[in-house]
């Protein structure tokens, strides 16, 4: 049989060295020939938008097992391939002999897992692009290493599948895990509905708080300086009747469901959740704070700062954090005792503005008062005074909405009044604050306007640490960085509602929290590499617009299951370069030939 065997740029010992370490040739495309079937090596090169052939070399003969004989002229120019067995796998010959690399052996793994994968068919392709990038995360920012110390590395593995099962997935309910397994390349074998439910009743709450220690203790010594966690609560709805912790609370989402709260700390630089709390759902905010504060009273917080809305400003909480050691940065509200009196004597002054008081980089007047707050410690048995800053900020623009929208709201009031029309409880509630009762009924009060006028676009915040006003707004304005992960709790990892019964909740939260980790983490990598492009030039192109899509993009990359005499492989699909490059700038590797 004769083909084109044209030179181009052909290098014959290159090749057989690549045949030998890969252990394919490839591309191939079959010609028949009288009915007998021959593989035929190619390469072509793109010159404009005209394909030029390279060379073309006939392999040997295709049998109707798909084995291949290598030609006698092939073995000529290839003579270290002369004793290798040649297997047709669509466009590509599989190579298996001495001369061919040796592919790296299995690690050792659980049986079940090795049971599923002799299962497979020779080239049973599974899905593997975002589960690779989630358990590369995993190893990198030593979240497997920690579930190993505390779980095992069985049960590790069980559990980081779980967490990329429902981070991969936003609408993943822990039923389906068992379908999704048995099509993902992951490295726990497939578990049933009833198999996970006992892998969340297996999680026992001394080995989640040591797993969360060690996790704080990674962000302690990862940053040296100032720590600031922000810390909220939010509201995960339950349809589940046996959950004792469900309660019916104040809920902005479902309020005819009854309801978890979740406590959470993030780090607000690194933008990773390091602690949780479960609560009963009719726990109010400063409750929830409380709790954590038990939970967290045997941790070194020495340089940390909790950051935190004005629902944790009152007296009583902050006389609590004075007593743990840990510093905060929070919001206050301005009705509090301790905020008045200085209020009050900023007004004025910030209403007028001034050089001194103007913030250039928020557009904002600000001025801070430097107090100290006594409090009772039990430890010494003595009242102790520490620092306290209360910094008061005026938003000019803030305050000209807020001002025209409270003047139509009285003149409303006004005339209601006037026509003698009912009034609901807020409209009363502003003729408290802006009108008197006088013989000839209630009457607006110039003098009740112009004390309330003046608290108009305030904001105040207090600090135990933080004495200037701009840094501390900017610490604060971070803090949304908590929020974000409230909803890719909800949006991205399937904690919406919790479905499972009341021995199993503490185990899904914790995996929950696993793939919170994964996600945030993933979504933090992108935030760097958006800032590392806006320092360049050229804008680079490759970046998705946000992690779903790119988890999206990596469902479609595959691993096909390769089995020699010995051994059972994975090798990878041809990865696309924008998807390579995007590995790069986020800082993961791209993945080896094989996999195990």
């Not at 290839?78 to 004793?83: C, I, T």
């Not at 409090?375 to 520490?386: M, Q």
């Not at 108009?456 to 840094?471: D, P």
């Not at 020699?564 to 791209?590: H, V």
């Amino acid at each position: 049989m004769k083909t084109d065997t044209s030179q181009t740029n052909f290098d014959p010992s290159a090749q057989e060295n690549y045949f030998i370490e890969s252990g394919v040739i490839s591309p191939i495309f079959i010609k028949n020939n009288h009915g007998i079937r021959y593989a035929i090596f190619y390469r072509n090169k793109w010159e404009g938008s005209t394909c030029q052939k390279q060379f073309q070399k006939t392999v040997g003969r295709i049998f109707d097992d798909d084995s291949v004989e290598l030609g006698k002229k092939f073995l000529s120019q290839f003579p270290a391939l002369k004793d290798c067995k040649a297997t047709l796998s669509g466009r590509t010959i599989r190579l298996a002999g001495p001369n061919i690399a040796v592919l790296p052996p299995l690690d050792p793994m659980a049986q079940q897992r090795q049971a599923f994968f002799d299962e497979l068919d020779q080239n049973t392709r599974l899905s593997a692009g975002a589960s690779y990038v989630l358990w590369q995360i995993a190893q990198q920012n030593h979240l497997l290493t920690d579930l190993e110390d505390v779980f095992g590395k069985n049960r590790a593995a069980v559990l980081l599948s779980l967490a990329i099962f429902f981070a991969s997935d936003p609408g993943a309910v822990a039923s389906e895990f068992e379908i999704y397994s048995h099509h993902t390349w992951l490295p726990c074998s497939p578990l049933s509905s009833q198999e996970v439910s006992e892998v969340f009743q297996s999680i026992l709450n001394p080995e989640v708080m040591r797993f969360l220690h060690k996790r704080i203790q990674h962000s302690k010594s990862s940053e040296q300086n100032s720590l600031y966690w922000s810390f909220d609560t939010t509201s995960i709805s339950s349809y589940s009747e046996t959950i004792r912790k469900t309660a019916y609370g104040y809920s902005k989402e479902n309020p005819e469901l009854p309801q978890l709260n979740l406590g959470l700390i993030v780090s607000e630089n690194s933008g990773e959740p390091l602690y949780y709390k479960v609560l009963e759902g009719s726990i109010s905010d400063p409750l929830a704070l409380r709790q954590l504060l038990v939970d967290t009273a045997q941790l070194d917080t020495s340089n940390v700062s909790l950051v935190m809305d004005r629902a944790f400003s009152s007296p009583s909480l902050l006389d609590q954090l004075y007593k743990n050691n840990l510093g905060f940065i929070c919001g206050s509200k301005t009705n509090l005792n301790y905020c008045k009196s200085v209020i009050n004597s900023f007004a004025r002054e910030l209403q007028l503005g001034g050089v001194d008081t103007f913030l250039e980089e928020y557009g904002l007047q600000a001025k801070t008062s430097s107090t100290t707050w006594s409090y009772y410690d039990p430890s010494t048995g003595y009242r102790e005074r520490k620092p306290l800053y209360i910094h008061v900020y005026l938003d000019p623009f803030r305050a000209a909405g807020e001002r025209e929208t409270l003047l139509k709201k009285l003149k409303k009031l006004q005339k209601k009044i006037k026509a003698k029309s009912p009034l609901n409880k807020p409209e009363a509630d502003l003729r408290k604050q802006f009108f008197i009762k006088g013989s000839l009924g209630w009457a607006y009060d110039k003098e009740l306007w112009q004390q309330n006028e003046k608290l108009l676009g305030l904001f105040v915040l207090v600090s135990s640490s933080v004495s200037s006003a701009a840094e501390a707004l900017r610490i604060y304005r971070q803090r949304d960085i908590v929020e974000k992960n409230f909803n890719n709790l909800k949006e991205r990892c399937s904690g919406r509602r919790m479905r499972c019964q009341e021995s199993a909740l503490e185990g899904k939260v914790f995996v929950l929290f696993l793939s919170l980790i994964l996600l945030m983490n993933l979504k933090m990598r992108f935030h760097r590499a958006r800032e590392e492009e806006n320092c360049q030039e050229e804008k680079a192109k490759f970046l998705p617009d946000d992690v779903p899509d790119f988890l999206r993009s990596l469902s479609v990359i595959d691993v096909t299951s390769r089995k020699s005499e010995n051994n059972q492989f994975f090798y990878w699909d041809l990865i696309p370069k924008k998807i390579r490059l995007t590995l790069e700038a986020i800082g993961i590797k791209e993945p080896p030939r094989f996999i195990t």
